[in-house]
């Protein structure tokens, strides 16, 4: 991490170059050392360095696109198009793998955090040092701190086990509150991160700064951003009077839903040609909605207007698989998530067209981004679960339709109605992964595992070939892969190479 930690320092020279290009210059043409370090002097270059929301908006886990029930790679459609799927990471994240994940060169999640993190720790290891305004160091502080903790809280859920009373002990991370190289790596228990990471949210939500000024300033720190982070973070630690609590707080500033019944439009069709040269040869059109239509103009993410905290998980390999389980939750005819997210025949679009193979892909942003940082509709899902879970199955099901009635054509199919609270929770369950397939499901499981309602417990199961480092054994007999609730793969394996820049300081999860 010490490698990862000096890379960050001469990457965020970058960031501020619009307000340090000479010390820029300078600070670039020396050779990497321990010693080498920003010149920050004021409130408005440790602003900039927050307000660059390239820095922080995208978050590539690969745990989140595989390894749940919501993907959906079968061996059926993998014998259609073997050559498509050519990653080997695909196979060992979605089978919870162990022994080759550590290898893997590409695995980016955990030093893409952990550069947020140092940013924040930069902005807060200098915002009293530097002139400037208390007002403009408050709106910083809380900032770098909704970070910091969003950070942690991410890497926990993907690295760590569940925190519970037995686990509280187990191996967390490495805890970094400096831009310091010399501050220790060795990982702290479980217990130490959560206590910074609720230390940090109890700092951010002191900002002063609301959701709307002059147009939403979704990517920075709100009071309805950080309260529905809050939300996120007690419904995962079971406390749902304070998940209910911070939810009514986010949706009391804000509460804005798009609305798919009149808002949601289909944008630029594509068109292939499938089995060319053949007597069943056609044009087929795929329909994608508007969102997909600009790679790299972020007007429209930007613009989605339920966002209360801008983030994206990004798939570089660009096809969510839905899973057959996934498909099955939709009510096709009525749905408009179905309609516009599901796009029909989309493994065309990945070469899956001689011979042909027809299978949807989930689509929001282009082919490769979700939204993942807490939205309008991820608030209203968070309040109607808590109060299911306390036992009021009336309220759960008037707090869901709110958001029903945005997403399904109007008719008697939008209002739920449950018959109990068992039956509330399981109605709330299904209505967030069909709202947020992959982004939330993986956290999601780990809490359903780890709380005191057996009826929503996951087992994961899969069936798939045999694999090795470098190949999947396509020509043996598939086998039951299964990821029961207590084990403890629910620890993604920690990249071998930063195990190895820490000089095995960090230690790798025990499996």
């Given at each position: 991490?010490?490698?990862?930690?000096?890379?960050?320092?001469?990457?965020?020279?970058?960031?501020?170059?619009?307000?340090?290009?000479?010390s820029?210059?300078?600070?670039?043409?020396?050779?990497?050392?321990?010693?080498?370090?920003?010149?920050?002097?004021?409130?408005?270059?440790?602003?900039?360095?927050?307000?660059?929301?390239n820095?922080?908006?995208?978050?590539?886990?690969r745990?989140?696109?595989?390894?749940?029930?919501?993907?959906?790679?079968?061996?059926?459609?993998?014998?259609?198009?073997?050559g498509v799927?050519?990653?080997?990471?695909?196979?060992?994240?979605?089978?919870?793998?162990?022994?080759?994940?550590?290898?893997?060169?590409?695995?980016?999640?955990?030093?893409g955090?952990?550069?947020?993190?140092?940013?924040?720790?930069?902005?807060?290891?200098?915002?009293?040092?530097?002139?400037?305004?208390?007002?403009?160091?408050?709106?910083?502080?809380?900032?770098?701190?909704?970070?910091?903790?969003?950070?942690?809280?991410?890497?926990?859920n993907?690295?760590?086990?569940?925190y519970?009373?037995?686990?509280?002990?187990?191996?967390?991370?490495?805890?970094?509150?400096?831009?310091?190289?010399e501050?220790?790596?060795?990982?702290?228990?479980?217990?130490?991160?959560?206590q910074?990471?609720e230390a940090?949210?109890?700092?951010?939500?002191?900002?002063?700064?609301?959701?709307?000024?002059?147009?939403?300033?979704?990517?920075?720190?709100?009071?309805?951003?950080?309260?529905a982070?809050?939300?996120?973070?007690?419904?995962?630690?079971?406390?749902?009077?304070k998940?209910?609590?911070?939810?009514?707080?986010?949706?009391?500033?804000y509460?804005?839903?798009?609305?798919?019944?009149?808002?949601?439009?289909?944008?630029?069709?594509?068109?292939?040609?499938?089995?060319?040269?053949?007597?069943?040869?056609?044009?087929?059109?795929l329909?994608?909605p508007y969102?997909?239509?600009?790679?790299?103009?972020?007007?429209?993410?930007?613009?989605?207007?339920?966002?209360?905290?801008?983030?994206?998980?990004?798939?570089g390999?660009?096809?969510?698989?839905?899973?057959?389980?996934l498909?099955?939750?939709?009510?096709?005819?009525h749905?408009?998530?179905?309609?516009?997210?599901?796009?029909?025949?989309?493994s065309?679009?990945?070469?899956?067209?001689?011979?042909?193979?027809?299978?949807?892909?989930?689509?929001?942003?282009?082919k490769?981004?979700?939204?993942?940082?807490?939205?309008?509709a991820?608030?209203?899902?968070?309040?109607?679960?808590?109060q299911?879970?306390?036992?009021?199955?009336?309220?759960?099901?008037?707090?869901?339709?709110?958001?029903?009635a945005?997403?399904?054509?109007?008719?008697?199919?939008?209002?739920?109605?449950?018959?109990?609270?068992d039956?509330?929770?399981k109605?709330?369950?299904?209505?967030?992964?069909?709202?947020?397939?992959?982004?939330?499901?993986?956290?999601?499981?780990?809490?359903?595992?780890n709380?005191?309602?057996?009826?929503?417990?996951?087992v994961?199961?899969r069936?798939?070939?045999?694999?090795?480092?470098?190949?999947?054994?396509?020509?043996?007999?598939?086998?039951?892969?299964?990821?029961?609730?207590?084990?403890?793969?629910?620890?993604?394996?920690?990249?071998?190479?930063?195990?190895?820049?820490s000089?095995?300081?960090?230690?790798?999860?025990?499996?």
């Amino acid at each position: 991490m010490n490698n990862t930690y000096k890379f960050i320092a001469k990457y965020l020279c970058l960031a501020t170059i619009t307000f340090l290009l000479p010390s820029c210059e300078k600070f670039l043409e020396e050779p990497p050392s321990k010693t080498s370090s920003l010149v920050v002097k004021t409130t408005a270059q440790l602003d900039a360095l927050l307000n660059n929301q390239n820095s922080f908006y995208t978050e590539e886990s690969r745990t989140n696109i595989y390894s749940t029930d919501d993907y959906g790679l079968t061996t059926d459609l993998y014998n259609a198009g073997r050559g498509v799927f050519s990653s080997m990471a695909t196979f060992q994240f979605m089978l919870w793998d162990t022994q080759y994940l550590p290898d893997d060169t590409r695995e980016s999640f955990w030093s893409g955090e952990y550069k947020k993190i140092f940013t924040a720790n930069l902005a807060l290891n200098n915002v009293d040092k530097v002139t400037g305004t208390d007002a403009e160091k408050a709106i910083i502080k809380a900032d770098a701190h909704f970070i910091r903790a969003y950070s942690y809280w991410e890497l926990a859920n993907t690295y760590c086990l569940p925190y519970t009373e037995q686990n509280k002990n187990e191996a967390g991370l490495p805890i970094k509150t400096s831009t310091s190289f010399e501050e220790p790596l060795a990982r702290q228990p479980l217990e130490k991160v959560y206590q910074l990471i609720e230390a940090d949210l109890v700092e951010a939500l002191k900002t002063p700064v609301s959701l709307i000024q002059n147009g939403r300033r979704h990517w920075r720190a709100s009071k309805a951003g950080v309260n529905a982070f809050a939300a996120r973070y007690y419904l995962n630690r079971n406390n749902n009077a304070k998940a209910i609590e911070h939810a009514n707080a986010a949706l009391a500033e804000y509460s804005t839903l798009v609305d798919y019944n009149t808002e949601m439009k289909y944008g630029k069709d594509q068109s292939i040609t499938i089995n060319s040269g053949t007597p069943t040869a056609q044009t087929v059109v795929l329909k994608y909605p508007y969102t997909h239509d600009n790679q790299t103009d972020q007007t429209d993410m930007v613009g989605w207007k339920e966002f209360l905290y801008f983030r994206m998980l990004n798939h570089g390999s660009w096809w969510y698989i839905p899973s057959q389980d996934l498909l099955n939750l939709y009510d096709k005819d009525h749905d408009l998530r179905y309609q516009y997210h599901m796009v029909e025949g989309y493994s065309y679009d990945r070469g899956m067209t001689k011979p042909s193979y027809d299978y949807p892909g989930y689509i929001f942003f282009f082919k490769d981004k979700i939204p993942s940082g807490p939205t309008v509709a991820e608030v209203l899902l968070t309040k109607a679960e808590a109060q299911a879970r306390s036992n009021d199955p009336s309220g759960a099901m008037a707090t869901l339709n709110i958001l029903r009635a945005k997403r399904l054509k109007p008719g008697a199919w939008v209002n739920l109605v449950a018959s109990g609270k068992d039956d509330a929770i399981k109605k709330v369950i299904e209505e967030r992964r069909r709202e947020m397939p992959f982004v939330q499901r993986w956290f999601d499981i780990r809490r359903y595992n780890n709380n005191d309602d057996p009826n929503d417990d996951v087992v994961l199961t899969r069936s798939f070939y045999p694999f090795t480092a470098s190949s999947v054994s396509f020509s043996e007999t598939a086998k039951t892969y299964t990821l029961p609730k207590n084990s403890r793969r629910y620890a993604a394996p920690i990249p071998r190479t930063e195990i190895i820049s820490s000089n095995s300081a960090i230690e790798q999860n025990s499996y």
